[in-house]
């Protein structure tokens, strides 16, 4: 079944620690996006990928990277996690600039201590 | 900066009642996206309303959208508690290289 697939799902680590996001999409889409979302609040992009090769930053500043190598594979990392990194990460993707809309990840909620 | 504003923040109606969430943008579009959000997960993707089009629907939602007024409704008949979610709109500029921008959001509870 074509799905996108984040891990971890929950992730509490300390500050300092380098981590990085997994975000996989086996629906062959061109585009993927990631998000950072507080609780209760909108949704901001940080960083977004219109191809193998190709990364952008998004509209917040985010002290996070990302790569993409293969067209499945989107992940996002931290290089050294901070409190105020505290958040829920989504990643999504889509088939034709959004036309047809996003496809979204269940998230990984990350808590840095 | 912020191109969708849902209204209202938060909602609580019974089920069986109809529900209306209403999203306004700023600046021209492609197209307008609704999503929802379940208790911190992913968003889902309801349905995606073009510029031309005035009306679409979609089971119980019915989506409006008035360019001129910039603005959009999404309404949710015969609520159940099912739908007790968060709400999005996002908004498409359509350019080649362009992004969703997503709205804040409306709560919406529907209680047995």
């Known amino acids: 079944e074509a799905d996108i697939y984040q891990t971890p799902r929950y992730l509490v680590i300390g500050t300092g620690k380098k981590i990085t996001l997994e975000c996989s999409q086996t629906m062959g889409h061109d585009k993927m996006y990631w998000y950072q979302q507080d609780p209760g609040m909108e949704l901001h992009l940080i960083h977004y990928s219109y191809g193998v090769n190709s990364t952008e930053k998004g509209d917040l500043s985010s002290e996070s990277t990302v790569s993409r190598i293969r067209t499945e594979h989107f992940p996002l990392t931290l290089e050294s996690a901070r409190p105020s990194h505290t958040s829920q990460y989504l990643c999504?993707?889509?088939?034709?600039?959004?036309?047809?809309?996003?496809?979204f990840g269940s998230g990984t909620r990350l808590t840095v201590v | 900066s912020q191109q969708g504003e849902e209204d209202p923040q938060a909602l609580s109606i019974q089920e069986g009642e109809n529900a209306t969430m209403n999203c306004s943008y700023k600046?021209?579009?492609?197209?307008l996206q609704w999503y929802r959000q379940n208790s911190g997960r992913g968003l889902v993707h309801l349905i995606l309303?073009?510029?031309?089009?005035r009306e679409k629907h979609s089971g119980r939602l019915r989506v409006t959208l008035d360019t001129s007024k910039k603005s959009s409704s999404l309404l949710i008949t015969a609520s159940r508690a099912a739908d007790t979610a968060s709400y999005f709109c996002?908004?498409?500029?359509?350019?080649?290289?362009?992004?969703?921008?997503f709205g804040k959001g409306t709560m919406l509870l529907v209680s047995p």
């Open positions: 600046t021209s579009i492609n197209n």
């Open positions: 309303i073009r510029s031309n089009e």
């Open positions: 999504a993707s889509s088939g034709d600039g959004g036309s047809y809309g996003y496809t």
């Open positions: 996002a908004t498409d500029a359509g350019r080649r290289y362009s992004t969703l921008t």
